[in-house]
């Protein structure tokens, strides 16, 4: 069910994904009726596992609030199989959290129409340690040893063309710069630096309202289910 707007006031949660901790936090400044939740970014890598994590604190939260925000978009269909209880869920109406950081679903599709070879950094995933070099390193040596290591991320990257990274306008960008140059420079991209207006998204997720081209809403007793929303 799409929706056009919330009560600001009203008492809300946000469940939302680790990586955008500091765009959310940035916005809540202040907000004494609004809650935050967030859940580690690995659970991307293990998306069935991420309903039943989402699910948990919905049940935790829905009897405290009025309504539940998930900073989650449909990514992977790691959310499908989520419940609305007695509250209902708002959802961003994007395929994964890129929509969130450019400013908008369509903000991401037009970037991806204009540059279709391009891998996203943000702040939040920098500082995850979820950029390509820190993935080889944290992720893929224990496991493959450094030759294999190497060989698998370059071939995953092999059809992209730029490191592109967005200033979310929340953190210091110099020491994010460095860290993306050098992703682009091991891999053989272009880099490139985008403002993005990312926190007018954030400001919706946080505080309503919700534009039903951006938002969808879940309505208590219904369940978010794959490939009905796009």
Known sequence: MRIHIIAEKQKAAIIACEIMRAEIEAVALGLDHIETRYLDQGLHRTPARMAGRIQELVDRLDN?????????????????????????????????????????????????KARPGSYYLTPGWIVEKKDPLSIIEQDYVPRYGRKTAEWAKKEELKHYTHIVLVDTGVDDLEPMRRIARKNADYFGMEYLEIKARSKEFFIKLVRGPYPEEEFFLVRPGETIRQGIYF
Request: aromatic content about 10%.
């Open 64 to 112: 405290r609030v009025d309504r539940i925000v998930l900073g989650y978009g449909l990514c992977s269909n790691g959310i499908v199989g989520v419940q609305a209880r007695t509250r209902d869920i708002v959802v961003p109406l994007c395929h994964d959290c890129i929509g969130f950081f450019l400013g908008s679903p369509q903000a991401y599709l037009d970037d991806f």
